[in-house]
């Protein structure tokens, strides 16, 4: 596995899969979109073992090498240093919510 953080693996499997779409890849892998969300962006510091195994599971990977990866991610973080995450800048925003785009409940 040559990706450089676990962030960028779950990302570049949802971009050669599901053309990047984390919603696709939810109901594909059966997994939360929150959760996908959340290890794309570096947001879990250590995921549940059970979703590794459902992920790992799903897409042909090896537990031992991805979680070795995820060990990885976290010695950067104990050591001070930035965790390698996805390049989000030609993704545009989602939709806003009401309240966020300036208008009234009533």
Request: charged content about 30%; proline content about 8%.
């Amino acid at each position: 596995m040559d990706d450089r953080s676990f962030p960028k693996l779950v990302m570049r499997i949802a971009e050669e899969r599901h053309g990047g779409n984390l919603l696709e890849m939810s109901h594909h892998a059966r997994l939360p979109q929150s959760t996908l969300f959340r290890w794309t962006h570096g947001l879990a510091q250590v995921p549940r073992l059970e979703l590794l195994e459902k992920f790992c599971g799903k897409y042909s990977l090896s537990l031992p090498a991805v979680w070795d990866l995820v060990c990885r991610d976290v010695h950067r973080v104990i050591a001070g240093r930035e965790v390698p995450l996805p390049d989000f800048s030609d993704r545009r925003p989602g939709p806003k919510g009401k309240l966020a785009a300036g208008r009234r409940r009533r």
